[in-house]
């Protein structure tokens, strides 16, 4: 990468070049429907599950490329890239040097600011950071999770070196430019703001074959079909953050794989498979519990562990009682029908179990003698 004269710039901002480059967490509650016909006088019983596929979840944008391999990235270091800039890979204090990052100015491995884990990269006041990673996929991917309280203006593009995507971190929106191949172009707005108090999720999908890139914020499209400043860029040749302010990063990543892609059906992009939760990102269900790993994400359970998994109990001894685990962070709805060609899930008559807040503990919900047999599901929100 070429570095970037620091003469003192007279505008503030932060910003992503490159030269290189977010669920995303927009489920839609998830519907988990157990049929618990009520059976008296019998030892607890696990219900049979019938899990229902959200629609909807994680539907991103179009992938421009068309990616059809999902191998992942072999980049110069690792194969994907990926780092939280943690322990033992990254030693807190001065990141100049460490793992190939280079420093204008000030930048840190500290522990005090962090998206994920303990640690992230603190970049001082007009300062930047930057690497150099060459690969030569056509498509690539550059993620990663940023805190600033951003700039009221875009930085000039005089004298900017070639770059192929920038993301400029404006107070009001973040821009992406689209630009005109030969050094220029124009900023166009997202509708997310550089934020000082939120980590906010940026991700760029650089296509090196039709030299366009896609922004997406917090694994949202924001803007597609974007120029390259400089055409002449053929492949990933490294990433640059500057900052004139104080700004983070974390959570940073460079792959082949990204958030428009799920290729097994699972309802988690390939991206976060990889990155987020080290589920098998050609495999449905990657601890083979019957829970496949989008609905356990969702629900708070484990992906990885089949002894983690949501179901409904029923206790059939006196009064049936349905019961189910809860997570922090989740909303369980119990509701019922008394016949499954019922149009509508009724909830039940207990306010305790509508958008119950999860705890960590086991809700059990008693039925009234006079019940007749019924069927539940839980809906289950992250809040
Ligand atoms: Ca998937
Ligand atoms: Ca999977
Ligand atoms: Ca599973
Ligand atoms: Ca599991």
Known sequence: MDAQSRAVP?????????????????????????????IRKLPQMK???NIKRSAGALMLAVCLGGITSSLPLQAAQSSPYITGFEAPDYTLGNLNGQNSWAVEGSAAVQSAVAFEGVQAVEIGENSAIDIALSASHTEVW????????GSDAPPPLDNMPPRSSLVFFGSSAVQALDGNGTGAGTWVSTELPANASEWLRV???QDYATKSWNLFLNGKSQAEALGFKNNDINQLNGFKQ???????????????VGLTQDSDDDILNDLDEVKLHDTDPENPDSDGDGMIDGKEV?????PNSSASVFALLIDPVENSVVSFSTVQGRTYTLQYKNDLSDPTWQNVNDANFVARPGDGQDAHYSEADEAPSRFYRVLISRN
């Open 10 to 38: 007279p505008w503030k901002y932060v910003r992503w070049d490159a030269v290189v480059q977010t669920e995303s967490n927009q489920f839609s509650p998830i519907r988990i429907i157990h049929r618990v016909q009520k």
């Open 142 to 149: 550059i993620d990663g999770w940023v805190k600033t309280a």
């Open 203 to 205: 991700s760029i999908q």
């Open 242 to 256: 500057v900052s004139e302010g104080t700004s983070y990063l974390d959570a940073w990543s460079i792959t082949e």
């Open 47 to 49: 219900s049979e599950s």
């Open 298 to 302: 969702v629900a708070g359970t484990d």
